[in-house]
């Protein structure tokens, strides 16, 4: 046979004081309409973007070598890792 495991919350006066910052309720990340997450707190468009574009950041196979001018006028050549 294997463990069995009690689990029972035990609440008092001293840990509900300190998980009351956490409460989504009150604290309306939970919108109290239709119980959904609150719109404030959601990723706008252009967040979403910038994240997608962060993710996907870095070499892709067919990426081509840049070039720019340094203060000679010559170009450099930079190839991808």
Do not use: C, V
């Not at 956490?22 to 959904?36: L, Q």
């Amino acid at each position: 046979m294997g463990d069995i495991l009690n689990i029972i919350g035990i609440e008092t006066k001293e840990i509900a004081y300190i998980f009351r910052k956490y409460n989504p309720i009150k604290r309306f990340i939970i919108d109290r309409d239709n119980s959904m997450l609150n719109e404030y707190f959601s990723i706008i468009k252009g967040q979403l973007i910038d994240l997608y574009h962060f993710a996907t950041l870095g070499e892709m196979e067919n990426d081509e070598p840049e070039t720019w001018p340094d203060e000679n006028g010559n170009y450099i050549l930079t190839t991808p890792l």
